[in-house]
Every structure is written in structure tokens, then in C-alpha cells.
């Protein structure tokens, strides 16, 4: 057992080398911000992602609905039953506002 904590320390030990060295390495570099993907509006993030099941009978109607903003927010967050949670990375937070208030605001399917 001994000697597992000593490779374990040992281990750590080189990874805390590495890094130092590796910010004094990257120090002459630019970071270069980059940009990811961003929708349109939520319009386009409902018509690509949110109508796959909610336009087809599998999730509930949500248009038409009046539904709360801060609802449809928390429930792509967080999901609920057998929806999904979608993650900053797969809607970020300006592109999940702009869902949740054209869903809010948008009239039922005809």
C-alpha cells in the first residue's frame, strides 16, 4: 500500500512539473480567443433541435402554450423526465434565452 501512495505522489509530482513548464513554455504564445458555434435565434434552436420531439407527438406541445420563460429555462437545463438536460456547450445561455422566449411568445401549430 506503501508503495501505491508513493507512485501516486510520485505521479502527481510529475504532473505539477509539467505543468509549470508548460506555462512557462506557452508564455511567448498569443491565446487566440475562439469563437464557438452560435444559433441564429430561438427559432433556429427550436426547429433544430426542440421540434424533433416536439412537433412529432414524442414531448408535449410547447407553442401556443404561454409557457413561463423561466420554465422552459430550467427545464432544457435540467430535463425531466424522459427529456433530456442539454449543457452550455449544446445551447449556450444567450441562445437557451432566446428559446425560451420565442416558445414563450409563439403562437400554437395550426
Known amino acids: 500500500m506503501k508503495a501505491t501512495w508513493m507512485a501516486c505522489v510520485g505521479f502527481m509530482s510529475a504532473l505539477s512539473v509539467m505543468?509549470?513548464?508548460t506555462g512557462v513554455l506557452g508564455a511567448d504564445q498569443q491565446e487566440v480567443p475562439q469563437t464557438g458555434f452560435t444559433w441564429k435565434d430561438g427559432a433556429e434552436v427550436y426547429t433544430k433541435i426542440c421540434a424533433l420531439c416536439h412537433e412529432t407527438s414524442v414531448g408535449p406541445i410547447l407553442r401556443g402554450r404561454?409557457?413561463?420563460p423561466l420554465y422552459i429555462r430550467l427545464?432544457?437545463?435540467?430535463?425531466?423526465?424522459?427529456?433530456?438536460?442539454?449543457?452550455?456547450?449544446?445551447?449556450?445561455d444567450h441562445s437557451l434565452?432566446?428559446?425560451?422566449?420565442?416558445?414563450?411568445?409563439?403562437?400554437?401549430a395550426k
Open 19 to 21: 505543468a509549470s513548464h
Open 66 to 68: 404561454e409557457l413561463d
Open 97 to 108: 434565452e432566446q428559446l425560451s422566449e420565442y416558445v414563450s411568445k409563439s403562437a400554437g
Open 75 to 92: 427545464i432544457v437545463r435540467n430535463g425531466s423526465r424522459a427529456m433530456p438536460a442539454f449543457r452550455a456547450s449544446e445551447i449556450d
